[in-house]
Structure formats: C-alpha cells, structure tokens
C-alpha cells in the first residue's frame, strides 16, 4: 500500500515539473517571438511615385515618364530599412480602412514588419503623397495629403509592446503618442531615435529625450536660423543627446557626439534615380549600426551606404539594399 502511494505521489510530483517546465518554455518561446529590434511610431502613406523632365509652368501641361504606387510614410520606410537589414521590426501608426489604407497595410505586411498594434480608423481618409523626382538629377518634390485619420493617443499604446523593442524610432507624426511611449521605457535600456525631419512643434520635449537626435537640413535651418551647417549643429547642441545629427543630402551630414563635430561625405552614386525616402533609408542604417555597437564613423558610413543605395530606384522603398548589398557596395 505505501509503495503505491509513494509510486502516485511521484507521478503527480512528475506531472506537476513537467506542466511547469512546458509553461516556462513557452513563456521563452513568447519573449524570443515577441522581442523585437526596433519599433517604429509615425508616419504611414501610400505614395503616387513618377519622374518629370522638368515642373511644367502655370496653366500648362507635362507629362510623366514612369508612374508607381508604393508604401510611404517617415517612420514607415525606416522600418522596411531596417527589416531589408536583417532586424525585427514593428511599427505603429493610424490609416484609415478606405483603399489607400488598405494599400499600407499590404505594403508593410508584404515586407513582414509586426503590424499588429497599427490602429484601423473606420469612416476617415489616409494619407496619401505625390513624389516626383526629376530626371537629370534625381532631386525630388513631395505633395502630401495628410487625409483625415486621428492622430495616435496615449491610450493605443500597450506598454508591454512598447517594452518589447531595444530602440524606438519617433517621425514626430504622432508627437503626444511619442512623448508617452518615450516615458514608458524612461526607466529602461531601450533606446529612443528621433528623425525631426518633419515638422516640429514649439514643445521640444521629445526631442530632448532622445538618444539620438537627427535632423534635416531644412528643419535644422528654421530652428537656427543659420545655414552653415557647423553653426546649425552648435545652436542645435543645447539638446545634449548621445549622438546628434544633420542630413545635408549629396553633402553628407553633420555628426556632434560628446561634444565632437564632424562632416562626413555622402558617397556619390553614378545614377541618382529618385531621392525619396534617403534620410528614412540612411535613419534605417543608423538604427542597425547602433544595434550592432558599430562606432560613429563606421556608423554613418554603414548608413550613408543605405542611403546612397536607396537612391537608385523610384520610390522610396524601391531601392533599400539587403544587409549583403550594403557589405558589397562597402567593400567595392
């Protein structure tokens, strides 16, 4: 008799280690599937893409060489370069179900960016962008409708999904969303990149709490009112972030880390197509180097790489080298 209860008591004791060890590896099954590299708060459109000869005057008529349609939007093209590098990526936004929503939603799902927490807006419009590029330069011009989508608020935020990621990428679309998703994670390791290429409000909160702090030409310009880009990046250097930056297009971009300014060149591509989208591309190259502890000069070399590459395709995803690509290119 006692054999059979010390037999049953082991099985039961058996069962319970088992049901416990298959719950423990589920939960790590859960936190590998879940953690992601990098989540993107902003900007989502569907973008008319085209190349002119040349902007047509007043009361006339051009035409169009080439005409696609493809997935816009700041921080959503950032993501799609960072997931073309190899990183795991979600994004969050607001479209509207309308068929130009639908199209953001496929674009971003056909590159297999974690789309699971995009917010749905029924009985609004998306945002839509008109890109024209010109042909003997690849200069571009963008036209943007900014449709009638709400904007995020603190409450579509899920702060276990925010908590997911090492590093946070903010468009400034979103700008209250971005302030309290960067309060979520004050306390932790993760990271906050700021792209303030886009328009900038009076509060400048955010962009004090970033880690990593780029800027474009143009909106470094209406901060400082200078356009030495030397001058610009001193004035702007009251923001104290880990790395600060200026894009400068086919210039390069201006880097200030721990006190430090340096220019570095953009590499110059034989055939510029279309430079939609090459600060998003160049902020995708960014966010990989730092994950990957690069220092700060193979950093914007690695991203000035992407960017340079991005170029050569219509559109502004188009053109978003592999991780392979970029090595190639580097390494030619």
Same mark, same amino acid.
């Given at each position: 008799?006692? *054999?059979?209860?010390?037999i049953?008591r ?5 069962q319970?280690i088992s049901?416990f060890?298959h719950a423990?590896c589920?939960?790590?099954m859960?936190?590998? $599937?879940?953690?992601?590299?990098v989540?993107g708060?902003g900007?989502a459109?569907?973008?008319?893409c085209?190349?002119i000869?040349?902007?047509p ?5 051009? $035409?169009v060489d080439d005409?696609?349609?493809r997935?816009g939007?700041s921080?959503a093209n950032?993501?799609?370069a960072c997931?073309?590098l190899?990183?795991n ?10 068929h130009?929503?639908k199209l953001?939603?496929s674009?971003?799902e056909?590159?297999?960016?974690d789309i699971?927490h995009?917010i $749905?807006?029924?009985?609004?419009t998306?945002?839509v ?7 003997? &330069? ?24 925010i ?8 468009d ?5 969303a971005?302030?309290k998703?960067?309060?979520m994670?004050?306390?932790?390791? $993760?990271k906050?990149y700021?792209d303030a290429g886009?328009?900038i409000?009076e509060?400048h909160?955010l962009l004090?709490? @970033?880690?990593?702090?780029?800027f474009s030409?143009? *909106? ?6 200078e356009?030495?880009p030397?001058?610009m990046?001193?004035a702007?250097?009251?923001?104290k972030?880990?790395?600060?930056g200026?894009?400068?297009g086919?210039?390069g ?10 220019i570095?060149p953009?590499?110059q591509?034989d055939?510029?197509?279309? &430079?939609?989208g090459?600060g998003d @591309? ?7 180097a730092i994950?990957?502890?690069?220092g700060i000069?193979e &950093? ?16 502004a ?12 290119f580097l390494n030619?």
């Amino acid at each position: 008799m006692l *054999r059979r209860i010390f037999i049953r008591r082991k099985l039961e004791l058996m069962q319970k280690i088992s049901r416990f060890a298959h719950a423990i590896c589920g939960l790590v099954m859960l936190y590998l $599937i879940t953690m992601l590299d990098v989540i993107g708060i902003g900007s989502a459109s569907t973008d008319f893409c085209s190349q002119i000869d040349k902007y047509p005057e007043w009361d006339s008529k051009g $035409i169009v060489d080439d005409l696609i349609i493809r997935g816009g939007g700041s921080s959503a093209n950032t993501m799609v370069a960072c997931k073309k590098l190899g990183l795991n990526t979600g994004f969050i936004s607001v479209c509207s179900d309308d068929h130009f929503g639908k199209l953001i939603v496929s674009s971003l799902e056909q590159e297999k960016i974690d789309i699971s927490h995009l917010i $749905i807006e029924k009985e609004s419009t998306s945002q839509v962008a008109f890109c024209f590029s010109e042909l003997t &330069s690849g200069k571009r011009t963008i036209f943007r409708h900014r449709g009638t989508v709400s904007k995020l608020t603190e409450n579509d935020l899920k702060i276990d999904y925010i908590q997911s990621a090492r590093i946070l990428h903010f468009d400034l679309r979103h700008y209250e969303a971005c302030l309290k998703a960067a309060e979520m994670v004050k306390k932790s390791n $993760i990271k906050i990149y700021v792209d303030a290429g886009g328009e900038i409000t009076e509060n400048h909160d955010l962009l004090h709490q @970033a880690d990593y702090l780029f800027f474009s030409k143009d *909106r470094a310009e209406d901060l400082t009112g200078e356009t030495d880009p030397v001058k610009m990046i001193m004035a702007l250097s009251t923001f104290k972030n880990e790395i600060m930056g200026i894009t400068l297009g086919q210039q390069g971009c201006i880097i200030q880390q721990k006190g430090n300014v340096r220019i570095f060149p953009a590499y110059q591509q034989d055939s510029i197509v279309d &430079s939609t989208g090459a600060g998003d @591309a160049f902020n995708g190259g960014m966010i990989y180097a730092i994950l990957n502890n690069l220092g700060i000069s193979e &950093s914007v070399n690695f991203a000035s790489a992407v960017a340079a590459l991005s170029c050569t395709k219509l559109s502004a995803r188009d053109g978003l080298p592999t991780l392979s690509e970029v090595r190639k290119f580097l390494n030619e």
